[in-house]
């Protein structure tokens, strides 16, 4: 029975979004892969070298999670680049513009 579990494949998803294009992958995964196994697994890695993941945070339906984490049937990593701009200096730029 257990290795029935152990062996039950589940469909995700896996984006990274660059500012000019987005790029998805489908992927059928064991149930026992965590996210950074199933980011491995689906070659996303070699298309984009600049992924580094002990550098870009990556999430789960846009909440972040650890690379550790299992994943479930239907789930979309989505894989977070470093931001351009500070937000909070935008803010504030935009503000004193607006004066």
Known sequence: MDNE???KQISIE?????????????LTIETTT?????????????????????INKVGIFNKVCKLTDKLQDGDRIEIYRPLIADPKETRKKRALKQK
């Open 34 to 54: 965590n996210v950074e196994q199933a980011i491995k697994q689906s070659n996303i890695l070699q298309h984009y070298p600049e992924i580094i993941l002990t």
């Open 14 to 26: 896996i984006i990274y979004a660059l500012e000019t294009e987005q790029k998805l992958f489908n």
């Open 5 to 7: 579990i152990s062996n």
